[in-house]
């Protein structure tokens, strides 16, 4: 059973590989443009290892030659950042997923698994839930979600043309594990975050808004889910997300802090400023996506995979502000502790000026 994962050295794909280890007989294969070392250890020894950019040119060749006699493939690759560079990104996540379908039909794959999101979905209602029907037509102010929205459209495309290809769409909510906390640092909080606070569990102020309402997954809940996907015959769309709903007020009272209301404006305004300033890595889409992204019900994920999460959000956040605060992360590229920048001012700095790496 060869079963291929691309974007395998990341978040979600370092927890699917220590899933889908638990399984007999599963041959795995890992695909990332920055492959493990040889003394990576696990979970990504014993794995059969391709190296290629999703988004590059011959792309489409080298998958389609990784691809050869998979039961299924999954694909997770995704670029967060830079976020000041939006040609490059769609390059990848548009275009490369493009290569992906494109090479799982020219290798015969008879299962296609897609790493979609909750920010595919149109802007919706955060009192309630909805199912996987609500539209998934993104938030367009958002790059991030008008590109996920675009790959469930190539999706779409792709099921009319190929209706023997089964196709599985997961839509989860925020993804966390404690050995991603550098990772989610450095793509969503930069090296300035006065992250050290959460060694204590302490959060001094939490903004608040009436929409500022979100959903989170563990990373191990996330991969179970996957495996159900590859392992099953189940079709379409799966919403994955765990109880209870993130709320400024929520989260203020597990990290002992106070909530400060703040208009969308503000919120948006300060976005803006600091990202332009290059002080934090996200534009103001992700403040839209946040606050427009509706509320999921994962009842068709429960019926028809099986599924239920094992950890509940907050535990969830709170394993992964443990990771921010100690800077722990694995030994691939990507979730490395190696690639944070100190959290100094001076870093960031230099970082800005000529010969330096510019982190966003």
Known sequence: ?????????????TALLRRL?????????????????????????GVEWHS?????ADAVEKLAAAF??????????????????????????VGGSRAVIEAAV?????????????????????????????????VETSSYSRDKAEVEALLDGLQRERPELRVVRLRPGLTFQRDAGTEIRRYFLGPLAPVRLLRYRRIPL??????????????????????????????????VAA?????????????????????????????????????????????DLALNA??????????????????DSVTALKELFEGMSSRTGTTSPPMSADRMLPGRPTALLKARLPGHPNPY
């Open 206 to 239: 939490v903004p608040t808004n009436r929409r500022l309402r979100m959903q989170a997954v563990h990373a191990d809940d996330v991969a179970d889910a996957y495996a159900r996907a590859v392992l099953g015959d189940a079709r379409g769309a799966f919403n």
């Open 52 to 56: 290629c950019d999703v988004g590059s």
């Open 68 to 93: 050869a006699g998979a039961r299924a493939v999954v694909h997770l690759a995704w670029q967060i950042q830079p976020s000041h560079d939006q040609r490059t990104l769609h390059r990848t996540n």
């Open 1 to 13: 059973m060869r079963i291929v994962i691309v974007g395998a050295t990341g978040n979600v794909g």
């Open 106 to 138: 020219r290798a015969g794959v008879p299962a296609l698994v897609y790493a979609s999101s909750v920010g595919t979905y149109a802007p919706g209602p955060k009192d309630r839930p909805v199912s996987e029907n609500w539209p998934a037509t993104g």
């Open 294 to 311: 509706p509320l999921m019900s994962s009842e068709r994920a429960e019926r028809e995979l099986g599924w239920t999460p094992q950890i």
């Open 243 to 287: 109880d209870p709903v993130l709320t400024p007020e929520l989260v203020a009272r597990h990290f002992h802090g106070w909530t400060v209301p703040v208009a969308t404006p503000v919120l948006r305004a300060a976005a803006a400023l600091t990202w332009r300033a290059r002080l934090q890595p996200v534009d103001t889409g992700w403040v």
């Open 21 to 45: 280890r638990r399984e007999s007989g599963a041959e795995l294969v890992g695909v990332a443009r920055r492959m493990p070392g040889p003394d990576a250890g696990e979970p990504y020894d």
